[in-house]
Structure formats: C-alpha cells, structure tokens
C-alpha cells in the first residue's frame, strides 16, 4: 500500500462509535432483535447520486451479520478503504473529511457487495418545519418557467416521507433524486430556492434533505428525553397530552361503536373519526432521528405558526430544540437558518398587541441566545388573507445570504437592520441597528410601523426619520415623555425599513411589558 492510502487511515468499530454524536445514534437508534440482515443492508439515505459532506468526516452505517467484515471504497480504491467489524447487527465507518468535487462509486463489501453510483461531495442542508416549508415549487408564485429550467446534476433532492412514530425509527422509504421538473415540481419551495442558491453561488453540488409536515408544532420535533428534562415541557406537553390523549381512546372508542351499530342496522354513517392530535416527539422519531448521523452542513427551518398562541413558550422551546438537533447530530454547533413569520391576518388600524409579534421576537432570541443561529426576515412577503404566502424565491435566496454569511463565512450582508439600542431623550427616541451594510433605507416616502409610548403604556403611531447610517429618531406628539419603542408589533405589520442591500428590518420592541402569551 503507499504512503498516501496509508494516510487514508483503517477506522475500525472502536474509534468510530467512541464519538459523542455516533454513540448516541447507536443509543438510540430501535432495531427489532428477531430481524436477521444476512447481506450488507444501507439506510435509504446511501443511494445513487447522494450528496456526502465535504470537509467534514462522514458516517457510513447500516446493518449486517455479527462479525461479518466489511469493506468501504470510495472509487474502486483509488480514494481510500476502510473497514469494519459489525457488532449487534450493525456498522459504521467514520469517513475522512474529503473533496472531491466528481462524480464517484462508493462500494461496501462484506458477504455481498452494495455499490451506490453517481455519490458526489458538496454541501448538505436538512429542510425541515411546517407547511410553509412543505409548501411546493409547483404551488408558488410563477412557478412554469422556473420548473422547466430545473434540469441541474448538481443539485441533488432526498424527500422524507411525511411519518409519525412513537418510538425512534432507523429508516425512512426514499433516495436520492436529481434536481430535474419532475423532481422539483413537488419539492419544497423555499428549500429548492435556497439550495439553488446555494449552488449557484457556491458552485459546487448541494444536497437537500426536506423533511417537513405542515400545521405541526415545535414539540413534535424535539425528541422525548429532552421534553422529560424540562418541568414545564413535561407538564405543559407531556403531560397535557397524555390526557389528550385518554380521551381520544374514549371519543375513539365511542366512535367505532356507533360505526358498528349502523353498519349492524344498515343505517349511513356520516360521523367523522376522530382526531388524535399531534403528540410530542412523534416526528423527531419518525422523520429526524433517522437522519442521524448523517453528516451535514447545517439546517433551515420554516415554522412557528403552530406555536404562536404558545409564543412565550417558543422562547425556550426553539432554542432547545437546536440544542437537541445538535447534541444528537454530534456535528458540534452546525448553522440553524430560520424564517421569521411572515405577515398575516387584516393590518390593524391602531398599535396593538399581537401573539404573532411575539412569535417574532422568540424567533429573533434565538439569533441572540445560540451560536451560529441566523434568521430571514420577511415583512415584505406576507398575504393579509393567505398564512401561505406563495413568494417563495426570496425566502430561498435570503436564507442563501444567511448561510454564506454565517455557515461559510463570506464577506455578504447576510441580515437586515436589526435593533440594538435605545436612548431616551425629553419626547424623543433614538434607536440604533446593526446589519445596516451600505446604511438604513426606506421604501417609499415616510417611515411607517412606528409606534411609541409613555408611563400608561399606550402605544401611539409615531414619526420616524432617519438620521445617520445607523441610526432613527422617533417621535409622536401624543407621547410627551416616551418610555418605549415598538417597530412592526402587529400581525400584519406594515413596515418599510430596510438596509441598502434590500434586506428589510426586524420588527422589535425596547420594553420588557408583559406579554399576552406569558405566564
């Protein structure tokens, strides 16, 4: 052997699983015991035209005989081999970081032979939320045009299917598909954009895994034990839904019992079946926990609508959600891009209180609270009376901006304005924002979505103006002695500030007033 596939270096079983990330996947990965793998078995995430990682080091796992050998080869050989002794029914190699920028065969031997075409390296994102990510290309806006000029080899689509478990699953039904009309067409919409953006930008191939369920709340996607470590997740989730859960049996129960008594008297039964509900944890099993380990980049994420009632919630809920998605993954801090809620409901015609603000504002903690945590705002993109907003394509392309400004640290202006301090002066307020770039701008003639208030907390519409780079006075004659200061505090915001580059600003607020969503 020479010196340079010397280098490549043999991983065996121990100094795999003795990283953090990989034994915990093996900790919790549910195999049934009377299942016999005679042959070398993959999860359906290593399939034909698969994007790995590149620069990262790359799990390879699945499923064989106890003490069965097997032998991993990127390109007959020529990259590298390494091997593995599966133990309890299962292996896992630990693939050096790579970059190759080609199209290669990956080859696993043991007692048969699994070859998987067309794999190449590139940039690897999980899509995941509700149905704003699941939203399709077909469904957005102008879509013809974009789906015929589909057709690119270097991006590269896996669509988990939508499944709900109540014990951690190992596999999913799916593989790997290249970007093409009839692949795209039900894709996600943002998620495509984005990975377009990405691709293009970056020039090298994309791999988007998409596993997204609409109407589904955060805690469906958090797995149980971190729901169980928390008090207020255990009594607040678990608990309420177990109770939900004893009377869905009963309502359920009664249901098929009138069921049978018609179809006994031959009588119609319009009687719809009940619902479950969602349960905690459920999709984190089913449509998450079998991803793990595979290597990514980083993830995007598209929800929030579900919790907006629960928005004071959200505020710890999210975090630990990434925190859970990451201790899991075993990848260290990998970027998390959201999208903050878009605008949606009537716009009201005086200032006011709005749990979607709220909803907001727990999006935009997590930015402050979590490293490598970005956020696309989007104020300009909503529809008053659709929660489904069909521009897609820039929500895409600033989550493009957020993950080459954060995850590959290029030198792009990557957010909008976003509030960073306020100062009181007699009947005025003057507030400062970072992620200016060129500096603060308005769209159209005036500043709008100011609001303002004194001691009796009363929020009055205010003037703004913009007077340096960075920086906004505000004002109202009706609030001599303003104590607070609120930009955008309303379901259907209608704002105007943004940066030069065309990034808008997030709505925010300067004082700490209860919330109507708090405790």
């Known amino acids: 052997m020479s010196n340079s596939q010397n280098q490549l270096l043999t991983v065996n079983r121990s100094s795999a699983w003795s990283r953090s990330g990989l034994f915990q996947f093996f900790a919790l990965t549910v195999l049934l015991s009377s299942v016999a793998f005679a042959d070398v078995r993959l999860p359906a995430l290593f399939s034909d035209h698969m994007v790995l990682q590149r620069g990262r080091a790359v799990p390879i796992w699945g499923w064989a005989d106890d003490g069965e050998e097997i032998t991993v080869r990127i390109d007959r050989g020529s990259r590298g081999v390494w091997k593995t002794t599966a133990k309890d029914g299962r292996f896992m190699v630990l693939i050096q970081p790579q970059q190759i920028n080609r199209s290669m065969e990956v080859t696993l031997t043991g007692k048969n032979t699994v070859t998987l075409h067309d794999v190449v390296m590139g940039e690897v994102w999980i899509c995941s939320g509700q149905s704003n990510m699941q939203w399709t290309v077909e469904g957005s806006h102008e879509p013809k045009a974009d789906i015929a000029a589909s057709e690119n080899s270097d991006l590269r689509l896996f669509y988990v299917p939508r499944v709900k478990a109540d014990e951690p699953q190992s596999d999913v039904e799916a593989e790997w598909k290249l970007s093409q009309p009839d692949t795209v067409r039900g894709f996600s919409s943002v998620a495509y954009y984005f990975g377009l953006h990405l691709q293009k930008n970056l020039n090298v191939p994309v791999g988007l895994i998409h596993t997204s369920w609409g109407g589904s709340p955060a805690e469906v996607w958090v797995d149980r034990p ?16 177990d109770k939900r859960m004893v009377d869905y049996e009963k309502r359920l129960a009664e249901w098929e019992k009138e069921k049978k008594e018609a179809e006994e008297q031959e009588k119609e039964f319009k009687k719809r079946r009940p619902g479950k509900g969602w349960v905690p944890s459920e999709l984190y099993n089913g449509m998450i926990h079998p991803l793990i380990p595979y290597a990514i980049q980083g993830a995007i994420w598209y929800q929030g609508e579900s919790n907006a009632s629960r928005a004071y919630q959200y505020r710890s809920l999210f975090p630990d959600m990434i925190r859970n998605w990451r201790s899991n993954w075993g990848q260290g801090d990998f970027t998390f891009l959201e999208v903050q809620l878009a605008p949606w409901r009537e ?25 490598n945590v970005g956020m696309a705002v989007i104020t300009d993109l909503g529809e008053e009376k659709d929660i489904h907003p069909r521009l897609k394509k820039p929500v895409g392309d600033r989550l493009g901006l957020a993950a080459r400004g954060i995850a590959y640290q290029e030198k792009v202006v990557h957010s909008g304005p976003l509030y960073k301090s306020c100062s009181l002066d007699g009947g005025e307020a003057v507030i400062e924002f970072d992620h200016v770039g060129k500096g603060l701008d308005i769209r159209g003639s005036k500043l709008i979505g100011f609001s303002i208030a004194g001691q009796d907390r009363k929020f009055k519409w205010a003037d703004a103006e913009i007077i340096s780079k960075h920086m906004i006075k505000v004002s109202s004659p009706d609030v001599k002695q303003p104590i607070a200061v609120r930009y955008g505090w309303a379901d259907y915001p209608l704002v105007n500030l943004f940066n030069k580059e065309g990034l808008p600003a997030s709505p925010f607020r300067t004082d700490s007033f209860p919330l109507t969503t708090g405790p």
């Open 226 to 241: 971190t729901l169980q470590s928390n008090p207020n997740y255990k009594t607040d989730l678990l608990d309420a839904s």
């Open 347 to 371: 716009a009201e015609a005086e200032p006011g209180e709005s749990d979607w603000a709220e909803l907001r504002e727990a999006q935009l903690l997590a930015t402050q609270i979590l490293p």
